[in-house]
Structures are given as C-alpha cells and as structure tokens.
C-alpha cells in the first residue's frame, strides 16, 4: 500500500477556512472508502477520527465538524479533500488521512506524514 501524502494546512484565524488534501496513485479506486483523522494535544498519541468518505461518495463526520467540514473526492486527481470552515482553536491539530483497505473489521492503510493545521483566536 502507497503512503499517502497530505497538504494544504496552515495557521489561520477562527472563523477562517482551510482545504486539506491527501492523494497516492490509485487512492480513489483502489481504497473502500478514505478516513481523515486528526491528533491534537487532548488526543496525545491516538488519532481521533473525523470523518470519511465511501466510494459512493457517502459521507459521514463526527459530530463537532457536521456542518462545518465536508469531504470530497476527484478520481481524476485520485485526491480526497477536507473542506474546513468555521474553524474554531479546538480544531488545531495535525489531519491524516488513510484508505480503508476493509470495511468490516475496519483495517487502514498506511498513515501519511500528516499536516498542521493551526487556528488562532
């Protein structure tokens, strides 16, 4: 399984917006779906989940980003996004993303390196 490679985060003020994405080759058709997990300070090590996207195109999120983060995909780019607004300080933390490689046990590909995402009152 590739690696894949996140980008896009920054500092920016809350109440801002941020797109984040993740891309490897074969992302989009290869993986049952795409997980973004975020690490925060609150989370130490663990990687908390914030939302994924299926093959279909369904999404689902955890509840504090509902209505305010939405994942996307281009197949053509096999790049997922995270679209981030409203961003709040508790939104500061490093975003992953991983393909599901099996739904049901739930079994993840490789992490990426990660991007910071920093929100400043």
């Known amino acids: 399984r590739v690696q894949p490679v996140e980008s896009g985060g920054g500092s920016v003020q809350a109440g801002g917006s941020l797109r984040l994405s993740c891309t490897a080759p074969g992302f989009t058709s290869n993986c049952r779906g795409v997980d973004w997990y975020r690490r925060t300070r609150a989370t130490g090590e663990a990687r908390a989940w914030v939302?994924?996207?299926?093959?279909?195109?369904?999404?689902e999120y955890v509840e504090p980003v509902k209505g305010r983060f939405t994942i996307s995909k281009d197949k053509a780019k096999d790049t997922v996004y995270l679209q981030m607004n409203s961003l709040t300080p508790e939104d500061t933390a490093m975003y992953f993303c991983?393909?599901?490689?099996?739904?049901?046990?739930?079994?993840?590909?490789?992490w990426g390196q990660g991007t910071q995402v920093t929100v400043y009152a």
């Open positions: 991983a393909c599901v490689i099996t739904l049901l046990p739930r079994y993840l590909g490789p």
């Open positions: 939302g994924s996207i299926t093959t279909d195109g369904a999404t």
